[in-house]
Nanobody
Framework: QVQVVESGGGLVQPGESLGLSCAASGSIVMINVMGWYRQAPGEERELVAIVGSSGNTYYADSVKGRFTVSRDNAKNTIYLQMDTLKPEDTAVYYC???????????????WGRGTQVAVSS
């Protein structure tokens, strides 16, 4: 079993910053890509940022230059630093990790339950 737990959401005002973290635990041989996604009310879930096992990153255009994704491989943890937040960043933020469990022939994705981020004055 693999558990994925996000933390760090909350309510902030426009222009402020917020940090999220997500830890994977359980039966893990290797973690490949780790990423953040978000889903606003009435919208589809969308990619925010991902980071590979070697540290290479990719960002959605909407957050490029404002958000920074990083990971700590020793802790199986991914972080998302969100600066200059805008009301349109309001969403539930989900963490997804691509994990190879023991005795598995291929890695699979595991999702966290999400954490709410609200940006409002």
């Amino acid at each position: 079993q693999v558990q994925v737990v996000e933390s760090g959401g909350g309510l902030v005002q426009p222009g402020e910053s917020l940090g999220l973290s997500c830890a994977a635990s359980g039966s893990i041989v290797m973690i490949n890509v780790m990423g953040w996604y978000r889903q606003a009310p009435g919208e589809e879930r969308e990619l925010v940022a991902i980071v590979g096992s070697s540290g290479n990153t990719y960002y959605a255009d909407s957050v490029k230059g404002r958000f920074t994704v990083s990971r700590d491989n020793a802790k199986n943890t991914i972080y998302l630093q969100m600066d200059t937040l805008k009301p349109e960043d309001t969403a539930v933020y989900y963490c997804k990790v691509n994990v190879l469990p023991p005795s598995a022939v291929a890695p699979r994705d595991y999702w966290g339950r999400g954490t709410q981020v609200a940006v409002s004055s």
